[in-house]
T-cell receptor, first 109, second 116 residues
């Protein structure tokens, strides 16, 4: 079983739609959680950290469920520029980030 | 200028050749990492370093070596390249002093390596 699992997609949604991704992790000792965004042929960039109480950044909302060991990302009012691969990332400490394989999202006009 | 730079950006080499990928950062971070990315497999950690005197193996270190020449520089070597080392290689940095959310990593632009 992979340490971090994501549905690879691709997800194709119309502009303006709401889309949600889920991610599960296997190590209950995981401490920190992130969503990274990666554009085609580019480096991953931090989109947002995920806090235990859930957090929102504009159109993006992240949730963490420690009991069920899953993380979610919700994108509201999606834009064409949201097209990218979204990486779920889990840390067991500073020395190790574990990346999911990513979920590919395409927003269609 | 970019905070994390990698050279070369693209490289084609032959099986058996030695190759070095270089990473430099101006972020002042003490921690540096090397990853490779393969389609369908995500990013996997090769080596990481917490300071100049610290080198640690990651998930897939076989066939690779690293050198931390200075706080700002971390190089990755393939002593004898083989075709299954064809991948996209990323360097990343983080700051041990970061509080709060903890340990976000900042990536360089990547080196696309092809071994023929």
């Amino acid at each position: 079983r992979k340490e971090v699992e994501q549905d690879p997609g691709p997800f194709n949604v119309p502009e303006g739609a709401t889309v949600a991704f889920n991610c599960t992790y296997s190590n209950s000792a995981s401490q920190s959680f992130f969503w990274y965004r990666q554009d085609c042929r580019k480096e991953p960039k931090l989109l947002m950290s995920v806090y235990s109480s859930g957090n929102e950044d504009g159109r993006f909302t992240a949730q963490l469920n420690r009991a069920s060991q899953y993380i979610s990302l919700l994108i509201r009012d999606s834009k064409l520029s949201d097209s990218a691969t979204y990486l779920c990332v889990v840390s067991q400490g500073a020395q190790k980030l574990v990346f999911g394989q990513g979920t590919r999202l395409t927003i269609n006009p | 200028d970019a905070d994390v730079t990698q050279t070369p950006r693209n490289r084609i080499t032959k099986t058996g050749k030695r190759i070095m990928l270089e990473c430099s950062q101006t972020k002042g971070h003490d921690r540096m990492y090397w990853y490779r990315q393969d389609p369908g497999l995500g990013l996997r950690l090769i080596y990481y370093s917490f300071d100049v005197k610290d080198i640690n193996k990651g998930e897939i270190s076989d066939g690779y070596s690293v050198s931390r020449q200075a706080q700002a520089k971390f190089s990755l070597s393939l002593e004898s390249a083989i075709p299954n080392q064809t991948a996209l290689y990323f360097c990343a940095t983080s700051d041990s002093g970061t509080s709060g959310t903890g340990y976000e990593q900042y990536f360089g632009p990547g080196t696309r390596l092809t071994v023929t």
